[in-house]
């Protein structure tokens, strides 16, 4: 089985919390490429962005369910998502958008468990560092990739 550290992409794209949301479009769109992990200015690993993220931006608002219970209404969805919604539809920075709760991995990571981490927490990219910095990316190309044999680039 092999390694995260074999399949991984090595040549990242990464971008930065203080990009514009613009320039991250035409960087996805230039590059052919669906994320990035964000680096912050010491280097070190501030969050992944995706596509999704972009997309994300564009879409209604979705207005909670309210239960009416007596005199009172009672929102049925903590009010947090709806802040969060809010915050990623007016975000004009990468820093605004990307996601900062990541899943890592080493390069000693099975592949196997890389692939489990994707399907179980519907990832598209996994960034595999090294003492805290990062050293790769791996996207689900990688995986099926090497699941069936082909080299890494």
Known sequence: ???????????????SPEMTVEELGRLFIEKNISGAPVID??????????ENDLVSRDK????PTLLRLFDAYIALEPPSRIEKEIRKMSARTVGEIC??????VKEDTPM???ATIMAE????????T???????????HEVIGAAGGEQPS
Do not use: C, F, Q, W
């Open 60 to 63: 209604r608002l979705h207005i």
């Open 121 to 128: 927490k519907r990832i598209n990219l996994v960034p595999v």
């Open 99 to 104: 996601s900062r709760d990541i899943l890592t």
């Open 1 to 15: 089985m092999p390694l995260a550290g074999e399949i991984m992409k090595k040549d990242v794209i990464t971008v």
């Open 130 to 140: 090294k003492a805290g910095r990062l050293v790769g990316i791996i996207g689900r």
């Open 41 to 50: 200015a010491n280097g070190g690993l501030y969050g992944i962005v995706t």
């Open 112 to 114: 196997e468990d890389v």
